[in-house]
């Protein structure tokens, strides 16, 4: 599969992917974290700190996860949502794409 991001400037990022079935992802049977394991990657980034980069999670049958902080521009934010801005019935007018980059 792939996720498709067009911007103002013409360039387009892909990024390639596969869903990940229930049966590949980690999971916390117990939801309280006792049978899994966390596992601490890269650490510091911009701010030469000890904030992990990434964190790797692996359940009692070996699967695993990774997440990674929220960033924008390169930077780790608290990210406070998204919005997602759709035109109304009438479009964007005579413009042939949003006024924001347009996901596929």
Known sequence: MEHITRYPDGSVLVHHYEP???DRRPQ???RDGASLTFETL???GACLDAMPQAI???DSEG???LYFPAM???QVVNSQG???FAPDRTGWGERSSPPFPSVE
């Open 42 to 44: 890269e650490h510091g």
């Open 72 to 74: 924008v521009d390169g």
């Open 56 to 58: 790797r999670i692996i």
């Open 82 to 84: 998204f919005e997602l």
């Open 28 to 30: 916390d049977p117990t």
């Open 20 to 22: 990940m079935a229930s």
């Open 63 to 65: 699967r695993s996860c």
